[in-house]
């Protein structure tokens, strides 16, 4: 690979991650399956919202966009939908994109527009010092879930599928390998493309539930999940309280932005004398 | 009647004015009184290879827009308070990030639903304070069908000129009266531009002058690969925590409004050089105030009439200019009272100041403002 340290702002190090965190894994394995694609550096956009998870663009060296929390897709979707031929990667966390951005995150599912969303979850709010999330398991411990939460988690990847996400795979920031592989294969999907990593907040996570150091968290991690392939011959009560890691569901849907060109060119065919508007605006501001 | 004359609806002569501009992108949540623009974006747009979308919410739209801006796209929303309301925390990303944006926002009574299909003005203040923080925005008011076209045009001028987020604030009578409208010619338009870079060489994303210069902006996608974030930052972009950066980045953006604001003010006067009484407002209330003015003329009143359009930044220079030889100052507007503030405040004591506000639901009628001037006399 090329000069794994050519992909970040080198200057904008070191990161504000704690030590044993497991974002900075998640990234790695993301520009490990940027470069390995051979992608165009200069026509990446990369979108983040708010949290611990969010911080990892401003440190990549592509057109970055920092936003408000749980909108990165929103944003994601203007850019996307404005430029097509830029490929467009939302970098997000549990939080950022399941609760406050639950809505884009299935609107933007369901238009099946062509945006890869790497979910980095650590089943917390992380940034906000360890509250529970819509990821955090049943019964487990959060600063505002004092005595166990009280309320049940999300499965990510069902919730994609459901909403139409044509590409949903799920790995672990402790199974990098397989991480890098499903991020390369997500974003050659031309479709929304969901790639959940299970991943570790040692400070807040881990300390509150006392699991441990973050080695610890990630056996825990590592033990919650199956691989998809291995569970087919797998007794349904070795699977219970599992997680499937591997890819999830692929599907040919028609995308977003694709079906929206196939519209704009029927019109003009229809309306080709048309004297109104900016003919050519695709062009004014490039 | 003129090749270009046509009746038109002040959402249509909007939605005109946003793509005599160069209107390329639009994403929107229907509302009323609002939602004409977006209907008829959506048919307009693909004509000429433009993007709409209807996104899932307003949140959404104005995150959009901001995306789709950042590709070096003019774009625009439209909405009515509720909508406004929810777009607040990313108008103050925009202003702080200085993507140009054009939001409409066509007024209708609250708050919270209200009446939906009522005329108010009640977002003046929402308009000027609606996000967090110190920060500028430009907002709007056209008062005629005709300056729906005209403002909105001038609101992507301003938009890409200081790259900040500029607010059409329309009301629901301006915006669903129709009118005879004349437009100009087509080859007549401009189309505003932005300052761009040259060279990704060097290039410093926030780099200007601190007394209120506008960055050069680069598109995404061109190599410039520059980080946009909502995080206080250096002119390289880097987010920073440190007191001088930060007080040096809102002074900036602070200026760069606050001394322009002689070349942001537009307002429509009449019969204000010797008015010894002066109606200040704005909208369809100065519809109203305009023929009470008239009426007051012809019976012999030194009546005055102050028309603005451009609300924020307010023009207090122009205010007491034109309003020197007022004793007393009217402000009709349908609220309980927010544009007089302002009035108040640039008058600083030089004339009494008389609030007229209504939240009937109903436009002002000349003889409410009519019985003020004559009582004022
Ligand atoms: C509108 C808004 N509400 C709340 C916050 C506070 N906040 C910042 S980050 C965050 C949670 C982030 O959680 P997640 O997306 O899971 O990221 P993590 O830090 O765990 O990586 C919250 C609630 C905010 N910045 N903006
Ligand atoms: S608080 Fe948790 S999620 Fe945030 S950087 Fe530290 S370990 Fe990572
Ligand atoms: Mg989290």
Redesign the pocket.
Known sequence: MAEFLDYFRKERLPHIWCPGCG?GTVTGALIRAIDKLGLDKNKIVMVS??????RAVGYLDFDTLHT???RAIAFATGVKHAKPSLKVIVM??????TA?GGNHFIHAARRNIDITTII?N?S?????SGQY?PTTPHGMLGTTAPYGNVEHEFDVCELAKASGASYVARATSFHVTLLTDLIEKALMNKGFSVVEALTQ?PTYFGRKNKIGGPVELLNWIKDRTVNVKAAAALPPEKLAGKLLIGELYKAERPEYCATYAETTARVQRTYNDYKGGNRGCELNSD | MPKNAKLMQGNEACTMGAIAAGLQFFAGYPITPSTEIAEMCSEELPKFGGKFIQMEDEIGSIAACIGASLTGKKAMTATSGPGFSLMQ?SIGYASLCEIPVVIVNVQRMGPSTGMPTSPAQGDIMQARWGTHGDHQVIALAPGNVKECFELTFKAFVYAEAYRVPVIVLADEVISHMREKVVLPDPSSYKIPMRAMPTSPAGYKPYGADPDGGVPLMAPFGQGYRWHCTGLFHDESGAPSGKAAVADQLLHRLDRKIEKNVQALEDYYVESMDDCDVAVVSFGSSAMAALSAVRRARKGGLKAGMLRLKTIWPFPDQAIRRLCASAKKIIVPEMNLGQLVLEVERAIHGKAEVIKLGKVTGELFHPDEIYKALKEAF
């Open positions: 974002h919202g708010i949290g611990c998870s969010s408000t929390h749980g997000t966390g549990d939080g950022d994109c406050i980095m650590n917390t709010y992380g940034m906000t999330s907040c | 925390e």
